[in-house]
């Protein structure tokens, strides 16, 4: 059971290149989020889905894309990366958004993926 | 206003005492909260959660949620070195959590 897996683990790109970010989960999880994180900054929302066929922006989702790939897949596309994407991407997921008890609410997060646009 | 605010620290206590994390959240229709730690360079993992008002334990770990005042704290009991991390505080929104920028706690010897 790997829970939630991220590729790749560290990536260096040029201004303008394009790259996708994967993340896969084995926990049968409905809901799949991208986060990125900068210093002093926490955890920003880039795009979520809340089950599989659906996707919504987060706070910062200018400049990405997703795509619900089937209930266990969730990619995150830079079509023109930008040294201001330069960050940490965490793929996180969840039973659910809105049990209101916590436990289906619980995300769990991957590894991280950093990410250098020069 | 930040939607959750923590105090961004760092907070330092002596090996032993009792750290105390603070967390205040704005919006008043959030049922869940949740404590997560995160070590340098590493991914945040959850601590516990908590939906009730007052106090849960778990271990050296006790969250206490006061819905009235809008207000979560986290409370690490025998302090110890390996507990050196950054503390993430969040709160269920519309089919997400929103997370607070994080509190660093240092632990010294």
């Known amino acids: 059971n790997a829970g939630v897996t991220q590729t790749p683990k560290f990536q260096v790109l040029k201004t303008g290149q394009s790259m996708t970010l994967q993340c896969a989960q084995d926990?049968?999880?409905?809901?799949m989020y991208w986060y990125r994180q900068d210093p002093g900054m926490g955890l920003r929302l880039i795009y979520y889905?809340?089950?599989?066929?659906?996707?919504d922006k987060g706070e910062v989702p200018n400049g990405y894309n997703v795509s619900r790939l089937n209930k266990r897949e969730f990619s995150l596309r830079l079509e023109s990366a930008a040294p201001s994407q330069t960050s940490v991407y965490f793929c996180?997921?969840?039973?659910?958004?809105?049990?209101?008890?916590?436990?289906?609410?619980?995300?769990?997060f991957g590894p991280g993926t950093r990410l250098l646009v020069l | 206003q930040k939607e959750v605010e923590q105090n961004s620290g760092p907070l330092s206590v002596p090996e032993g005492a009792i750290a105390s994390l603070n967390c205040t959240y704005s919006d008043r229709g959030s049922q869940s909260f949740f404590w997560y730690r995160q070590y340098s360079g590493k991914s945040p993992e959850l601590i516990m959660f908590i939906y009730s008002n007052g106090d849960k334990e778990d271990g050296r770990f006790t969250a206490q949620l006061n819905k009235a005042s809008q207000y979560v704290s986290l409370l690490i009991r025998d302090s110890q070195p390996s507990d050196s991390a950054t503390y993430l505080c969040a709160v269920t929104g519309y089919n997400k959590l929103i997370f607070g920028a994080g509190t660093r706690l240092a632990v010294h010897p």
């Open positions: 926990m049968n999880h409905n809901s």
């Open positions: 996180a997921s969840s039973f659910s958004g809105t049990s209101g008890r916590g436990v289906g609410e619980t995300q769990y």
């Open positions: 889905s809340a089950s599989e066929g659906t996707t």
